[in-house]
């Protein structure tokens, strides 16, 4: 049996993030050999997750990768239970390589994410790596590759909770012109608009929301013909809250986002639509 020292703990911790008694059980059971005690540690991490199923994670970050033309956009948001171990150094650079492992190969789900290659290891063996140095349950949750004939933009908040993708049609838009579209992903981020229009508002959900506001007019005591008058006004104020080129602007409350938009039409001779948009904000459904 091979003589543990501190050093090699030292070392085997350095190499792994893992806690010093995890490292000195894994070169125990490693019998001092280090690249199988990283091994040990990796496999605990994998075994672990079990362990960690039923724990909520509910911090995390949210990252973007974006190509220097805009043809070409990611976006993953990867969770962990704490945000002490968000902000650590290590599960930034973990996170860092999934995105872009994503904005390089385009993998389909989860499941083949973490089949493809990250040099000679695997996106699953960085993530065990990542359990083994972290007793949380770490997890990626979701994420987009979006490839654009037209243009993509991303924006990540301050702190890195929550990120925006915005796909526009313009295909070659000038400088002042992807200022403006980085302005409207900003307005996702800060008004979290739920359609890009209302002409992707379904019947079903216009009806929910104008049963909704005639209850609450009955409910404040008004007549059943007044009800449904109400109702039309505030399913018309809802269309301007939810639907983003109806929004005010939040740089400038004399315009919309459709007027924005307008801009970036006379900017580049193109009309400027917004095509998709996604916002990943930590902690949301």
Do not use: W
Not at 65 to 77: F, L, Q, W
Not at 227 to 242: D, M, P, V
Request: aromatic share 6%.
């Amino acid at each position: 049996m091979a003589q543990i020292t501190p050093q090699m703990v030292k070392d085997l911790r350095e190499k792994t993030g893992a806690g010093m008694g995890d490292c000195k059980s894994a070169l125990v059971d490693a019998d001092g050999d280090m690249q199988a005690a990283i091994e040990v540690l990796r496999k605990k991490g994998a075994a672990s997750v079990a362990k960690r199923a039923d724990r909520v994670a509910n911090e995390g970050i949210v990252t973007v990768r974006t190509s220097y033309d805009g043809k070409i956009a990611a976006i993953v948001e990867v969770n962990s239970e704490t945000d002490f171990v968000a902000r650590n150094e290590q599960f930034e650079n973990y996170v860092a390589k999934v995105a872009d492992i994503i904005f390089a190969n385009n993998p389909k789900n989860i499941e083949q994410l973490m089949e493809m290659k990250v040099g000679n290891d695997t996106v699953m063996g960085l993530h065990n790596e990542i359990l083994a140095k972290f007793s949380e349950k770490i997890g990626i949750k979701q994420f987009i590759r979006i490839e654009s004939s037209g243009y993509v933009a991303g924006y990540i908040h301050t702190g890195s909770k929550l990120g925006v993708l915005i796909e526009v049609s313009v295909s070659n838009p000038d400088e002042k012109s992807k200022s403006l579209i980085r302005d409207i992903a900003m307005q996702i981020a800060a008004m979290n608009p739920q359609f890009i229009d209302r002409s992707v508002v379904t019947q079903e959900q216009i009806n929910k929301e104008i049963e909704i506001y005639k209850e609450l007019a009955v409910n404040e005591g008004k007549k059943p013909e007044i009800a449904e008058r109400i109702a039309t006004g505030r399913l018309e104020k809802f269309f301007q809250e939810q639907c983003l080129i109806e929004q005010t602007f939040v740089k400038d409350s004399s315009k919309t986002v459709k007027d924005v938009l307008k801009q970036i039409s006379d900017e580049t001779k193109t009309e400027a639509r917004v095509l998709k948009f996604i916002r990943y904000n930590i902690g949301e459904a």
